[in-house]
């Protein structure tokens, strides 16, 4: 399966952009979908996922209440709405995805998202 994500870009704190993932070469539905980020000098870690409904949704503490992650199905898509956003969100984000019972296998190559206060 191919990830291409896209939206990432420079903004100043409090602002927001919306991540997209497009994926392909897979049954999308089969799928659950992650996105995860990688600050300079920190481990990558969680940010959020969805399963292959839509229907149910996790967050990392950091970003809760302030980020939503969705899916299209017909799109083949997911997405990631950061509001708020805040200097230490600042990172690479990278799409993911599970196929349903499996683990994430298979990553995009990131998109770069810089928050300025």
């Known amino acids: 399966v191919q990830l291409v994500e896209s939206g990432g870009g420079l903004v100043q704190a409090g602002g927001s952009l919306r991540l997209s993932c497009v994926v392909s070469?897979?049954?999308?539905?089969?799928?659950?979908m992650g996105w995860f980020r990688q600050a300079p000098g920190k481990e990558r870690e969680f940010v959020a996922a969805i399963n292959w409904s839509g229907g149910r949704t996790f967050y990392a503490d950091s970003v809760k209440g302030r980020f939503t992650i969705a899916r299209d199905n017909a799109k083949n898509t997911a997405y990631l709405q950061m509001n708020n956003l805040k200097p230490e969100d600042t990172a690479v984000y990278y799409c993911?995805?599970?196929?349903?019972?499996?683990?994430?296998?298979?990553w995009g190559q990131g998109t770069l998202v810089t928050v300025s206060s």
């Open positions: 993911t995805a599970a196929i349903i019972g499996g683990s994430y296998d298979d």
């Open positions: 070469g897979r049954t999308f539905s089969n799928y659950r």
